[in-house]
């Protein structure tokens, strides 16, 4: 992937830098991102809207991998940004992320977020229910600050890898149900606030999605709805934001397509429908995590421990775990793997590889074609970019892992690796006394 080679002595290189030397240098469990790449997936959306001269926001939806130094590689390559949290509002912020480019999203959004949206001038709220339709009039009108929004809605359209379904109601936590008349009633409570400014529309279908289809019937919804209030109450819909799920590839199994192709898609439908329902064509917005960082970022561990069950699977088990990348166990997520000190030789061996936590489900990788494995060998797995790093956890007090970028020979650490310190900094001795 990406600017990945073996070196002459038969190490994986990332970004011209020896993966083995990254290792030794910064310690393991080790993220290493090729940020070249990361800059290739940006590029690769940015230059299809451009070449189609399609006025367009490529938010990056940074719950994939947040954190300063991924916020200013983002600036650096004009993505927009998309963040659900006032953690990630606040890290952007502290990045020196343009303010104007960040949307915000959530089921649940407190006000205190909200307000903090307002204070920074966020460009966009993406707004997912009633209640929340409530809130953000109460703060702009306490502001006399104006707030440019887009209403979240579920069309009906779920997408999964191959597979999509559609339903007329969809059982899902987030946005108004395009089908049964929320929608239509979020646009009459918001439609003509003083301070409210309705751009337009938002869905978001899946993840890890290989197929355009679901792209296209969700789009062909929400153009319809719009044509639908623009006859009824003369609505200008000024945005279309899709959403994100392109998917990648994590083993030989997935097949994704390249994300021009579903960017290209999306751009013929909504044309197609705005011409039949005569409507000026919207900027489209999409949002896409995994495939701008996910298979940029590879994870190093050193092997320790190995264990055989006869007749059944040998296991090696590395210095970290499901605290660093939980998608094996929670959704049965698979990935490839090479021990990176010895990338040339023949994969002739079939490791489990084990984690470090206590729980028999750690395991990051079932049945892995891997060299010949000893104790003390770096293991390096692939495509852990996404959802890695940011699902991590201290189970079992276990030290987040550092992270560090690589690019064209160089390399810079872009989060530390959390100390014992930092792991108790926050833990208060006990004061209750100790009952008769
Ligand atoms: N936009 C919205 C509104 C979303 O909810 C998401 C992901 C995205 C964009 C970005 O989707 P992506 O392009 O990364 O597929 N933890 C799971 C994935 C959860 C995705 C949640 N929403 C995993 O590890 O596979």
Not at 76 to 97: H, M, P, R
Request: one cysteine or more; proline letters at 3%.
């Amino acid at each position: 992937y990406g600017t990945q080679g073996i070196s002459n002595e038969g190490h994986l290189t990332i970004g011209g830098v020896d993966t083995v030397e990254l290792a030794k240098e910064y310690g393991t469990p080790l993220f290493v991102y090729d940020t070249a790449l990361i800059r290739e997936r940006a590029r690769g959306f940015i230059d299809t809207f451009k070449q189609l001269d399609i006025k367009a926001e490529v938010a990056y939806a940074s719950k994939a991998f947040a954190c300063v130094a991924a916020y200013q590689l983002a600036a650096q390559e004009n993505l927009s940004l998309d963040v659900v949290s006032g953690g990630e509002l606040y890290t952007a912020i502290k990045a020196g992320f343009p303010s104007e480019r960040i949307h915000f999203h959530g089921n649940n959004k407190s006000y205190a977020e909200l307000e903090l949206a307002f204070d920074t001038k966020i460009g966009c709220i993406v707004v997912d229910n009633f209640y929340e339709i409530r809130l953000l009039k109460e703060i702009s009108e306490a502001k006399q600050q104006p707030m440019r929004i887009l209403l979240r809605v579920t069309p009906g359209v779920e997408a999964h890898t191959h597979d999509f379904i559609t339903t007329g109601q969809a059982d899902s936590k987030f946005g108004f149900d395009l089908n049964n008349g929320q929608a239509d009633l979020a646009f009459e409570e918001v439609m003509g606030h003083e301070f409210l400014q309705l751009l337009g529309l938002h869905c978001h279908i899946g993840s890890q999605i290989f197929e355009t289809d679901g792209f296209s019937l969700a789009a062909g919804k929400l153009m319809k709805k719009i044509g639908e209030w623009k006859e009824k109450h003369g609505f200008e819909c000024t945005v279309l934001n899709l959403g994100g799920g392109f998917g990648i590839r994590y083993t030989e199994e997935d097949k994704p397509l390249a994300p021009h192709i579903y960017v290209a898609e999306m751009i013929n439908t909504v044309q197609a429908e705005a011409a039949a329902l005569k409507l000026a064509m919207p900027e489209i917005w999409i949002e896409p995590g995994r495939s701008l960082v996910g298979d940029a970022g590879t994870s190093l561990y050193t092997i320790g421990s190995q264990k055989t069950v006869p007749n059944i699977r040998e296991y090696i088990a590395v210095d970290g775990g499901m605290s660093d990348n939980i998608r094996p166990a929670l959704y049965d997520a698979k990935y490839e793997a090479v021990i990176a000190n010895k990338a040339n030789a023949p994969k002739e061996s079939t490791y489990t590889v084990a984690g470090k936590l206590c729980e028999s489900g750690d395991k990051l990788i079932v049945d892995a074609a891997l060299q010949q494995a000893e104790s003390g060998d770096i293991l390096a797995m692939f495509c852990t970019g996404a959802y890695g790093y940011s699902m991590a956890s201290n189970y079992n007090r276990v030290p987040r892992p550092a992270v560090v970028f690589v690019e064209a020979g160089e390399h810079q650490l872009a989060i530390q690796r959390e100390s014992y310190d930092d792991i108790v900094q926050n833990d208060l001795p006990l004061v209750l006394k100790k009952g008769e």
